[in-house]
Structure formats: structure tokens, C-alpha cells
């Protein structure tokens, strides 16, 4: 079993700055893939960025590249999710997951992921 808490989500102005970590307990281990996904109300949830914990090798979608960046701290086993030039199109729940073995191919795909947090709201207002 693994244990996904998130946290860091707030309103924002856009143009502002947000960063969200997504702290994992249980039996995580060199494996494992960690992705952040979000939900805006009305829509699917849908790929925001992963690491892989192995090689800390990162994979964004379009809409976040250049402005997003994930990275991991091996120490306190948590993952993170800096977010800058934030756009009113960028509010929606964020959800931390993870799981293991996912394949590139795999990685931004939402039913991959058997291990989820439980969301942390970021609001963007114009």
C-alpha cells in the first residue's frame, strides 16, 4: 500500500507562482513513476507532469511545458510541482499519483495509476 497526501494548493492571482508537494508513505520504492493530474469541475482528469523515481526523468503535457516543473527529494520521499505563470485555465483539483512499473508510453494515462491522493484545489483568478 502507498500513501499519497497533498498539499500547497491556494488562490492565486494569475500570472502568480504555486508550488504543491505530494508527500508518499508505504511501500514505495525505485520503481515507481509519480504523476500529477487535475479536474477542472465539468471536464475529465487529465495529465499534468510525472517523474520517474529511478532517473528523476520528467514528462509534461502541452499546456503546462515551460511553465510547470516537478521534481522529487528522495529524503522525505516527496514529490513536487512548481507552477509558475499561472492562467485562470490552470484551476481544477490536483491529484498526486503513483504506482509502479508504468511504462513511457503509459505515463499520462489516468487509469495507470492505482495509488491516489486525495486533491488539493488551486484557483486561479483573473
Known amino acids: 500500500q502507498v500513501q499519497l497526501v497533498e498539499s500547497g494548493g491556494s488562490l492565486v492571482q494569475a500570472g502568480g507562482s504555486l508550488r504543491l508537494s505530494c508527500a508518499a508513505s508505504?511501500?514505495?520504492?525505485?520503481?515507481?513513476?509519480m504523476g500529477w493530474f487535475r479536474q477542472a469541475p465539468g471536464k475529465e482528469r487529465e495529465f499534468v507532469a510525472a517523474?520517474?523515481?529511478?532517473?528523476?526523468?520528467?514528462y509534461y503535457a502541452d499546456s503546462v511545458k515551460g511553465r510547470f516543473t516537478i521534481s522529487r527529494d528522495n529524503a522525505k520521499n516527496t514529490v513536487y510541482l512548481q507552477m509558475n505563470s499561472l492562467k485562470p485555465e490552470d484551476t481544477a483539483v490536483y491529484y498526486c499519483?503513483?504506482?509502479?512499473?508504468?511504462?513511457?508510453?503509459?505515463?499520462?494515462?489516468?487509469?495507470?495509476?492505482?495509488?491516489w491522493g486525495q486533491g488539493t484545489q488551486v484557483t486561479v483568478s483573473s
Open positions: 499519483a503513483a504506482d509502479s512499473w508504468v511504462n513511457e508510453g503509459a505515463v499520462r494515462t489516468t487509469t495507470r495509476y492505482h495509488y
Open positions: 508505504g511501500r514505495t520504492s525505485s520503481s515507481y513513476t
Open positions: 517523474i520517474r523515481w529511478s532517473d528523476s526523468r520528467p
